[in-house]
């Protein structure tokens, strides 16, 4: 597996799929010709990244939501040229080993989102007790959601891809960027996109 990170975007800070995100997602996809799961931080990036790739390529586009969970994932299996987005869900319970998967995009860093209650009230007791709850507790449930959602890649011996993260964050950010990188399996690590194109069209021709 290679594990690219798109260190060249912009940091997120709009909701949905920003512009650029939507562009870099666009190129892998059409590299590989399909076989991509997205994992998105919220329904309305997933929709937006379904929008694009259904207006500028021919690949079909399953959008969580839109059907039945277990039927879109079935088709996604069977369909070898398609691809299946969507939210959290995804993240922790597709299994789609061989060649259906190669690809898995994750469009930002999974930070718990300030309406999630018990996350919330366990970093602001961090915060009155004059420590980080963006370090103590933000940050961890972020690694274990992000190993989470890089997991759906390797799903069995032999499995082969890239997962491509949007969120230049895990490349830049020196105070959490490592911890999560060092949370993830031990993927082959670029920050160059032609690097992750070239290896994607390679995997489309065998």
Do not use: N
Not at 12 to 35: I, T, Y
Not at 113 to 131: F, I, Q, S, Y
Not at 142 to 151: E, F, H, I, K
Not at 181 to 206: H, I
Request: hydrophobic residues 45%; positive net charge; proline residues 7%.
């Amino acid at each position: 597996g290679i594990l690219y990170v798109a260190a060249h975007l912009p940091r997120p800070s709009v909701s949905g799929l920003p512009e650029a995100a939507g562009e870099e997602l666009l190129g892998l996809v059409q590299a590989l010709g399909g076989r991509t799961l997205g994992l998105f931080s919220s329904r309305r990036a997933a929709q937006q990244a379904a929008e694009l790739l259904r207006a500028r390529t021919d690949l079909p586009v399953l959008l969580q939501g839109e059907e039945a969970l277990p039927l879109l994932v079935r088709r996604f299996r069977e369909e070898r040229a398609s691809c299946l987005f969507g939210v959290m869900s995804l993240w922790q319970g597709v299994d789609v080993p061989g060649d259906a998967c190669q690809l898995v995009v994750i469009d930002r860093l999974p930070f718990p989102r300030p309406d999630e209650p018990l996350a919330a009230a366990r970093a602001a007791a961090v915060d009155a007790g004059g420590g980080s709850g963006f370090a103590a507790v933000s940050v961890p449930i972020a690694a274990v959601r992000l190993a989470q959602g890089v997991g759906r890649l390797i799903r069995a011996t032999g499995d082969k891809g890239v997962v491509a993260v949007l969120d230049s964050r895990l490349e830049t950010a020196r105070g959490y960027g490592p911890f999560l990188r060092r949370s993830l399996p031990p993927f082959w690590y670029t920050t160059r996109p032609e690097v992750a194109r070239g290896a994607l069209e390679r995997l489309a021709k065998s």
